[in-house]
């Protein structure tokens, strides 16, 4: 089995902040983790994922993630948040299960001017 | 230009009558599967196909049905509607591998009177 925590279903910063969004995960076999985001009344978009290899993931619009697999963790990261970053955010897991991905709740970021 | 399309996109029911949202994709992808979000829930899995003819449940199944007669194409019925169906619906397809990118439609959102 798996699962997905996002800690904080807000998350609210002004522009320029350092973003940060938290997630937890729970996989019986070494996991695929990816973060997509969704902005207003649109589909999921992928921003990055990590498979195998390096631990620190670089997707679009300068997010990047760091799969620590001691904290069960893949928190995404940007250093200075623009207003167009304002989305819903997801974080999700695949298994052993070929296709089935896992999601968090999500977190929703506002950025301040 | 590669992409899942989804339709209607939008559409308000009455509980009981019988509805079908199309979802096509035209990458050749095998796996396709069916999401529903609700706020605070994330997205859950309904159902998934990974080929033509076959078809499995999800996290959530229940007043659902699925066919893929064509690897395009993965409609989703709702045989008798009810109230807790309205929800923000996705479809997603992929290649049949756990590393590979999901892509999204753009969602279908469904309100049952």
């Known amino acids: 089995a798996q699962s997905v925590t996002q800690l904080g279903s807000h998350v609210s910063v002004s522009e320029g902040a350092l973003v940060l969004l938290r997630c937890n995960y729970s996989s019986s076999v070494p996991p695929y983790l990816f973060w997509y985001v969704q902005y207003p009344n649109q589909g999921l978009q992928l921003l990055l994922k990590y498979t195998t290899g390096a631990t620190l993931v670089k997707g679009i619009n300068g997010f990047e993630a760091e799969f620590k697999k001691s904290e069960t963790s893949f928190h995404l990261t940007k250093p200075s948040a623009h207003m167009s970053d304002a989305a819903e955010y997801f974080c999700a897991v695949k298994g052993a299960s070929y296709g089935k991905l896992t999601f968090g709740q999500g977190t929703i970021l506002t950025v301040h001017p | 230009e590669a992409q899942v399309t989804q339709n209607p996109r939008y559409l308000i029911t009455v509980t009981g009558k019988k509805l079908t949202v199309t979802c096509s994709q035209n990458m050749n992808h095998e796996y396709m599967s069916w999401y529903r979000q609700d706020p605070g829930l994330g997205l859950r899995q309904i159902y998934y196909?990974?080929?033509?003819?076959?078809?499995d449940k999800g996290d959530v199944p229940e007043g659902y049905k699925v066919s893929r007669k064509e690897k395009r194409n993965f409609p989703l019925i709702l045989e008798s509607p009810s109230p807790n169906q309205t929800s923000l619906y996705f479809c997603?397809?992929?290649?049949?591998?756990?590393?590979?990118?999901?892509?999204f439609g753009p969602g279908t959102r469904l309100t049952v009177l």
């Open positions: 196909s990974m080929n033509v003819e076959v078809t």
């Open positions: 997603a397809s992929s290649p049949l591998s756990s590393t590979d990118t999901q892509y």
